[in-house]
């Protein structure tokens, strides 16, 4: 039990920390908010087939990658966490409250583009965030993954009420009241970090690290394959998210409450799963934890091609916490320690494996949902973790870090 409540007390005793898991509750509720029901917005709502959906979403998260990837470029020697989590949470006010109003399909290109193109920041800022202000602390460094677990997990906690309580504002107030509702919610972030994140730069109190290209880390021995295998789980991740709200309501027959459920249950299984992971890092080696989680999310993806009825979903979202409380969780950490003297831009990396994935995933879900059906797109995210595994698996032999100086 001291295990447990040891360092929940050490977070909740500085102001820093709190200030870390709110910022990760609030914009964990604004994303469990938008990203169950993109699909269903895009082709019920705006009307689009699975396809031009695949392309919106495609164009927006390029868009994504290139404005983060030049922001988080610049992060860690250039500007302070606060100036990128402002920009970002107010490009996240702007971008949800025009998705509030506007319907026309170009129109929501250019704003998905730039406004939640800037938007996108916020997480890995966070994170890094998150990392530094560890840094600072009197926390063990062998802990470190813990805690990232304990802050990732409070992203999570949202996830276990945003998706039903989305569903219900849905039904209330239809699309126009959730998006204003998740406008809200970035505006909510940007006051906490106003409030609360210092306004000094990271690197007051040493040399600015000489800034590292994304082409200069993937360069780095063995880091590349565990790049390329997290693409594909992203992929993988994307696909799923897309594919779940659809699959219920069209092939199974279910509802948006039953699509609520289903994608607030995950969440509330990957409270216990993150805490539990994030003891298990300190101790096991992390390569071969994420490993596991990966073969873990093969034996859900493919159970989920044999389900009938929306329920057998159900418990088989125990699975997907298993596997995303790594993947989302102790990989942070196990790329920012790629990178020890630049948080932004290892978390960046991460990160943008997960954009690559997701752009990749749009594309994918709406050509193999509109030729193949719902069902086989499951089959694909099976195989592609497969692949991800072995790619994992490659780069076991190889080591990569880098300080950054």
Request: glycine share 8%.
């Amino acid at each position: 039990m001291e295990r447990v409540l040891g360092p929940l007390r050490t977070i909740f005793r500085q102001r820093e920390f709190v200030a870390v898991l709110a910022a990760n509750i609030v914009l964990g509720l604004g994303s469990s908010f938008v990203s169950p029901f993109m699909s269903m917005f895009g082709t019920i709502e705006v009307g689009m087939n699975p396809a031009a959906f695949g392309v919106f979403m495609t164009v927006t998260a390029v868009s994504s990658i290139l404005i983060a990837t030049w922001l988080s470029h610049r992060s860690d020697a250039h500007h302070s966490r606060r100036f990128m989590l402002l920009l970002g949470s107010a490009g996240g006010v702007l971008g949800y409250a025009g998705y509030a109003f506007v319907r026309d399909l170009w129109a929501l290109i250019l704003i998905g583009s730039l406004a939640l193109g800037l938007a996108s920041i916020t997480f890995a800022q966070l994170f890094a965030h998150a990392r530094e202000a560890l840094g600072r602390s009197a926390v063990p460094a062998g802990e470190v993954p813990l805690y990232m677990n304990l802050f990732r997990m409070f992203f999570a906690l949202s996830w276990t009420v945003g998706p039903a309580l989305a569903a219900a504002v849905i039904h209330l107030f239809s699309y126009r009241g959730l998006f204003l509702a998740a406008a809200a919610l970035q505006l909510l972030f940007l006051a906490l970090v106003a409030a609360f994140v210092p306004a000094a730069p990271r690197n007051a109190q040493s040399p600015a690290p000489t800034p590292v290209s994304i082409e200069q880390l993937l360069r780095l021995p063995g880091l590349f394959p565990w790049f390329a295998a997290f693409v594909l789980v992203f992929i993988a991740g994307t696909m799923s998210m897309m594919n779940m709200s659809l699959l219920v309501l069209r092939v199974l027959g279910g509802t948006a409450t039953q699509v609520g459920i289903i994608f607030s249950l995950a969440p509330c299984f990957e409270l216990p799963c993150m805490f539990y992971t994030g003891m298990l890092a300190t101790k096991v080696d992390q390569p071969r934890l994420i490993r596991l989680a990966v073969l873990v999310s093969v034996a859900y993806y493919a159970a989920l091609t044999l389900v009938r009825v929306p329920w057998q979903i159900y418990p088989l979202q125990f699975l997907s916490a298993a596997f995303v409380s790594v993947t989302t969780g102790v990989a942070i950490t196990f790329f920012q320690d790629k990178l020890p003297r630049q948080p932004g831009a290892a978390t960046n990396v991460y990160v943008n494996a997960m954009r690559v994935g997701n752009t990749a995933g749009y594309l994918l879900f709406g050509a193999i949902a509109a030729g193949f059906g719902y069902r086989a797109v499951y089959f694909t995210c099976a195989l592609l973790s497969v692949v991800a595994l072995g790619l994992m698996y490659r780069a076991s032999g190889a080591r990569a870090t880098h300080d950054g100086s």
